[in-house]
């Protein structure tokens, strides 16, 4: 495990952006795992400039997205394929037909969960997942539950995750209480892991997952047990762990 700690979130985002980049560029085809979120924009915003500047070539990237709200349509610009169109793709030379996003739109949900699944597979696995880490631990949609769930499946959100995401929405109603996640199992058979943090929101979880025990209570806290994880977190999400080590 790798801990960078940076001032400030555009640093963060900086670092972040170098290290998907540094994966593309080794290998032009990878497949990168990728999420959504206020954490992942500001490393969006640093691969399109790396496009824009001619140091990257998306046209043989793919991408499988971690996870998506049930019945929200793409155009609905609260679905995670408008994020994902909106904050990368349509600003790269990705080719669509290379960009996953689980479908939750679908009538046999358990069936688009297994061809996720299937698909990812295919793909030969995923080189480079980017995680953001929820202020309940929670990693892709995967709630702190009492089983670690393993593969693709449909998530009834938790409370404080429904409350975190009103932000994006009118008002705590419109929080879609469904999605389909990439599961556990699915996201430690990436080859890589990089996980972002920042701000006080996140101290806590952040403590907890790399500090505390491994529980399903604590969807990160599995990450501890992967061979290669980067974490970048900013001075406000890392400061629980520097008091901790400290004492
Ligand atoms: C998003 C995802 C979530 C977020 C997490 C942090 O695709 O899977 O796990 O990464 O909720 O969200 P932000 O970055 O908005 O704090």
Redesign the pocket.
Known sequence: MRFIITEDYEVLSKKAAGIIAAQALQKNDSTLGL??????VGIYKNLIKLYNDGFLDFSKVKTV???EYIGMDMNNKQS?AYYMKNNLFKNVNIDMANTYIPNGLVDDLNLECKSYENHIANLGGIDLQL????SNG????NEPSETFKMHTHVVELDER?IK??SRFFNNIQEVPRKSI?MGIGTIMKAKKILLVASGKN?AEALLNAFYGEITPKVPASILQLHHDVTVIADKEAEKLISEKISK
């Open positions: 999420a959504t979120g206020d954490s992942a997205n971690l996870d995670y995680l953001g880490i929820g929670h990693i892709g949609f995750t975190d995401n996640s996140k």
